[in-house]
């Protein structure tokens, strides 16, 4: 009797540790990391980089105008994507439809890219010579990583 009430008791405690534990977890990505992604998009770099005062600020700006201007760009993929997967409901829809929404968002896609290189290549622009060298680096593995993170999604 006295082991089956230290059993229940176990269980209980054992049950309510997994219950915080899954809420710290589920709180942590949920809540603190998207937020803070939101709010802190691209200052990565002034932490790596140690940039000064002037390069923040410099910075600050290049990084909210280059955001202004891929807003438009990511809602029209989506209004793109969201007209292309209509047409599934068409049994009929031909292959040149399909392919004229699919080249609309590859452009789309492609100006993205354009506009993030032009964008880091300003970004290049504000460093010093020691200051470049890591962006370049970093660059890289940024780049190399992305590659990675989608593919195991």
Known sequence: M???KLLVILCIALVAINLVLAYFLWN????HRGKEMKRDRGDWI????DLDNHQKEEHKRIKDAHFDAMKPMFDSITAAR???YEMIKDP?????AIAVHSNKIGSYHSEITRLSFDHFRHIRSILNPRQQVKLDSVMQKVVTDMGKKRSRK
Not at 28 to 31: E, F, R, T, V, Y
């Open 2 to 4: 006295r082991t089956n």
């Open 28 to 31: 942590n990505k949920k809540g």
């Open 92 to 96: 009929a829809v031909d292959d040149s």
């Open 82 to 84: 969201k007209t292309l």
């Open 46 to 49: 002034v932490k790596e980089l």
